[in-house]
């Protein structure tokens, strides 16, 4: 007799966390800046019902949620000069109630975490675990910020115009919000434009609590070619800050170097993990999953496995049985709606479009030499019953993707892992090297001797030995190396070094056309 087949229970949504839950709670939080289904731009201090705004959906089911409103490029320029004086007024707050308004915000923001973090849920489909993440590490950091800023800005000035913020969508709260209420802190006014992909409702609920606190907090959304004029090389702006990929950094790039511009440009790598004479397989099983986070979807994932070709066996052997445990699916989706929320690596990518993009890389890869070693079946993600899931991708391994490939040479940004094999430490350097820069590195190597001999030679800001390194937070400092990073580094003082001036002459640690120089401390 055969055994009985097990029927999966049919999901639901849990209670409380729908859109509309969420949306109803934004107007209730902030009615200034939320109005029917949409959105305001906040600028000149005051919330405008300007912008076009745009039809969006949710990564989690394909369901409607807000879009941007999209100013045009004349508006912008006027958001920019309003801008500057608040800057210049800001500039001049001493720096007791400076600390007392962000402090204040920083508040707001910890009574209204979970719905900060349930509209990142629908807005750009993480987890609720990495929501509440992104939203306490952003308190977190900044507070840290709050209480040892005095001797950060001793014998130092805000900046001439204020700080302009052009952030992707994948961490609006710890990147984004953590430097503009950093950036603030030190005397600028600040200014941000909402990620075109998600985020926008989250972001214009933390701007209206800021703002509430007196923070001199501009938000504006809209295309980045229309509005890059305006954000990026209009002479008011004081500082570009930069967080996005290769091809629009370099954009950035171009123009804040051209005006000689103040700039904290941070772009994606290939970040890899080396393994060369390893043995301990069973620490390596067990950070696999975490690698995995988001569905990679940071630009601190480790998308590349570099292994040294007799311990290939080995390192599958600890590899295949960690991927096969993630877990997938509808981020509010329980088996009965008051039960907990799931624990789950990751949820959607951030859109449709872009899961195709990452399938089609993948079968084009396979299609043209890679060896496909792991692929998670979508039928074993949860998710409720009829949903859209278009914006889901299961994990997928490949070896050996030919060169012909993007997933060769470039950050997938999705749960797409590849492997190369190597022989020689020459061949090793070379496979870790292979993006011009990295953000980020790992080498898993039993002997200290040859981590600390080839560690120098792998080009990137951070190099772990044996274990993955972050953005960190608080002290720990940040930046890349080639053409992953370009201006001043951040982190610890540095943030706030970069986003103020000191003595003449005085040469910020970062990555420059004319130098580049190491922070001590790295």
């Given amino acids: 007799m055969a055994p009985p087949t097990l029927t999966p229970a049919t999901l639901t949504l849990k209670s409380g966390t729908a859109w509309t839950d969420a949306w109803r709670r934004c107007l209730a939080v902030a009615p200034e800046a939320f109005r029917d289904d949409r959105v305001l731009n906040l600028w000149n201090g005051s919330w405008q019902a300007d912008g076009r705004?745009?039809?969006?959906?949710?990564?989690?089911?394909?369901s409607p949620v807000a879009g941007p409103p999209r100013l045009d490029g004349t508006t912008a320029h006027r958001a920019v000069r309003a801008s500057l004086d608040q800057h210049r007024a800001w500039r001049h707050v001493p720096l007791a109630e400076r600390r007392a308004r962000v402090a204040a915000t920083l508040d707001a923001l910890t009574q209204h975490r979970e719905l900060l973090a349930l509209l990142l849920v629908w807005e750009i489909g993480k987890p609720w675990r990495l929501a509440q993440a992104d939203v306490d590490r952003a308190i977190d950091g900044v507070r840290w910020y709050v209480d040892g800023i005095e001797p950060m800005v001793e014998g130092r000035v805000p900046l001439d115009g204020p700080v302009s913020n052009i952030a992707s969508w994948n961490y609006p709260m710890s990147v984004l919000v953590h430097a503009m209420l950093v950036q603030a802190l030190a005397g600028n006014a600040v200014i941000a434009k909402t990620p075109t992909d998600g985020g926008v409702a989250c972001l214009t609920l933390a701007a209206a609590l800021a703002a509430r606190e007196g923070?001199?907090?501009?938000?504006?959304?809209?295309?980045g070619r229309e509005l890059s004029e305006a954000l990026v090389r209009a002479p008011e702006i004081g500082c570009v800050s930069f967080v996005g990929g290769r091809d629009t950094g370099a954009a950035v790039a171009t123009a804040v170097a051209d005006l000689g511009k103040r700039h904290v440009l941070e772009q994606e790598g290939l970040n890899t993990w080396g393994i060369w004479n390893h043995t301990d397989w069973d620490t390596?099983?067990?950070?696999?999953?975490?690698?995995?986070?988001?569905?990679?979807?940071?630009?601190?994932?480790?998308?590349?496995?570099?292994?040294?070709r007799e311990l290939f066996d080995e390192f599958l052997a600890a590899y295949l049985p960690a991927v096969r445990t993630l877990r997938v699916g509808h981020p509010l989706a329980v088996e009965h709606p008051d039960d907990p929320y799931p624990t789950l690596d990751f949820g959607p990518v951030i859109n449709a479009a872009k899961a195709k993009d990452l399938t089609d890389q993948v079968a084009e890869a396979v299609d043209r030499g890679a060896v496909p070693l792991h692929r998670?079946?979508?039928?074993?993600?949860?998710?409720?019953?009829?949903?859209?899931t278009a914006a889901y991708?299961?994990?997928?391994?490949?070896l050996d993707p030919p060169p012909s490939s993007p997933l060769h040479h470039a950050e997938p940004f999705g749960p797409v892992d590849t492997i190369v094999l190597v022989d020689t430490e020459a061949e090793l350097l070379?496979?870790?090297?292979?993006s011009n820069g990295a953000l980020v590195a790992t080498l898993s190597t039993d002997d200290r001797a040859t981590y600390e001999r080839l560690a120098p030679q792998i080009r990137a800001f951070k190099v772990g030995h044996g274990r993955p390194r972050s953005r960190g937070d608080r002290?720990?400092?940040?930046g890349?190396?080639?053409?992953?990073?370009?201006?001043?580094?951040?982190?610890?003082?540095?943030?706030?070094?970069?986003?103020?001036?000191?003595?003449?002459?005085?040469?910020?640690?970062?990555?420059?056309p004319e130098y580049h120089l190491m922070p001590s401390a790295a």
């Fill in 53 to 62: 705004t745009l039809p969006a959906t949710s990564p989690v089911d394909g």
């Fill in 215 to 223: 923070i001199p907090v501009t938000l504006v959304s809209g295309s």
């Fill in 284 to 308: 390596l099983t067990a950070v696999i999953p975490k690698l995995f986070d988001y569905g990679k979807q940071r630009c601190t994932a480790y998308p590349r496995f570099v292994v040294q």
């Fill in 376 to 388: 998670g079946r979508l039928a074993d993600a949860r998710f409720l019953p009829g949903q859209d």
């Fill in 393 to 398: 991708v299961q994990p997928v391994t490949l």
């Fill in 430 to 434: 070379a496979a870790m090297n292979a």
């Fill in 475 to 478: 002290d720990e400092l940040f």
């Fill in 480 to 512: 890349g190396f080639g053409a992953s990073w370009q201006g001043a580094f951040v982190g610890g003082d540095l943030l706030v070094k970069a986003v103020t001036r000191g003595p003449a002459g005085e040469r910020l640690p970062g990555n420059f």
